[in-house]
């Protein structure tokens, strides 16, 4: 509605669920709820980055100049972000795009986290602040001995320092589009290497994972679930990241577009990682030492976040090396208290990052 109407009928839109939103970041004032609603947005615009970014400003008119420009036009200006015709665009990259702000103004909406001075001053220089990261450190037991997990808060293509991303794949290793929003599609967008205009120039990740298909003989046919794939990290190794390893969980449903997943097939998926982290650990310089996972499968494989947890941990639970440091991620901070209750552990909430995290010290 807002990207029909515009932002000059906010007033006059019925926008309950935004309005909620809104009204539960601190400091909100209600009776000024249209303009809280247009902050809350440009918050949530300001926390994506590169095309995403400019065709979100663009289609809801929060980019200098087109407040009260018409519906087409601003669909028109957002398309030519990516190089597309209206048509095209509105029936791809524009529910991709107004999918991750709504990603980003539920995550505001639970951390109350809107960082308005920077936001407003961010709609006048045009320098984005820095995205709020959260971790929490989960203290287990394994085996009877300890166990710390690090839990964090935030997109993973914003870990750092962490030697090996795990991130999902279907049992034909097919990374989406760089404009989807799921974690892989999201990591190799990250990966991507791009030039001074931020055109895409390199895609890394991408070409690993099709070398290592071909190198196995998998380029035409698929893999049994479980198997696990490594590649390179691409432009993410400035953030400290070495390896991402691509965990088959997710068998393709024919004839649909939907995935079955199952937990031992994220158990298996994540012992297999672990595994092949610890075969490979030594032929770096220093050896791989840190391991990532998302909730495997509870993305668009369907697979329920407790499931997935579940299943993690039986893997986790089970892995035999003491020295590894474990940890996990989430987007949003609902999603974490599921994860700690599901484990059971007892949670020290660590302090958002700060700007030594944000400059690669720390585990961010």
Request: net charge neutral; aromatic share 4%; glycine share 10%.
């Amino acid at each position: 509605m807002v990207r029909l109407e515009g932002l000059v009928r906010l007033r006059g839109l019925d926008l309950p669920l935004l309005r909620r939103a809104a009204a539960s970041v601190p400091g909100a004032v209600t009776d000024a709820w249209p303009v809280e609603v247009e902050n809350l947005l440009r918050a949530a615009v300001s926390r994506l980055d590169g095309d995403l970014r400019e065709a979100a400003g663009r289609t809801l008119g929060l980019a200098p100049g087109l407040r009260d420009r018409a519906a087409a036009d601003r669909r028109r200006l957002a398309a030519q972000v990516y190089g597309l015709s209206v048509e095209r665009f509105r029936k791809s990259q524009e529910e991709m795009v107004l999918g991750q702000v709504a990603e980003w103004v539920c995550w505001i909406a639970d951390t109350g986290n809107i960082a308005d001075t920077g936001n407003r001053d961010a709609a006048r220089t045009g320098v984005m602040p820095a995205p709020h990261l959260q971790h929490r450190t989960l203290r287990l037991t394994r085996s009877g001995r300890p166990l710390t997990i690090t839990l964090h808060i935030h997109p993973a293509e914003l870990l750092r320092n962490v030697d090996v991303i795990v991130s999902p794949s279907n049992t034909h290793l097919g990374l989406p589009e760089m404009y989807k929003a799921s974690v892989s599609a999201s990591l190799r967008r990250a990966g991507a290497v791009r030039d001074a205009a931020g055109d895409v120039v390199e895609d890394p990740v991408h070409d690993d994972l099709a070398e290592w298909r071909g190198k196995h003989g998998v380029l035409h046919r698929p893999v049994l679930p479980g198997t696990v794939a490594p590649t390179g990290p691409g432009a993410l190794a400035e953030q400290g990241v070495r390896r991402i390893y691509h965990a088959v969980v997710a068998v393709p449903r024919p004839g649909t577009n939907d995935y079955e997943v199952t937990p031992q097939n994220v158990a298996a998926a994540a012992a297999r990682a672990l595994a092949l982290m610890s075969g490979e650990r030594d032929a770096h310089t220093p050896p791989l030492r840190s391991v990532c996972f998302p909730l495997l499968g509870a993305g668009r494989g369907g697979l329920a976040p407790e499931s997935s947890v579940s299943a993690l941990w039986t893997a986790l639970a089970a892995d035999a090396d003491r020295d590894r440091e474990l940890h996990l991620v989430v987007r949003r901070p609902l999603v974490a208290d599921l994860v700690t209750e599901v484990l059971g552990g007892r949670t020290d909430p660590g302090p958002p990052a700060g700007p030594e995290e944000r400059e690669g010290h720390g585990c961010g």
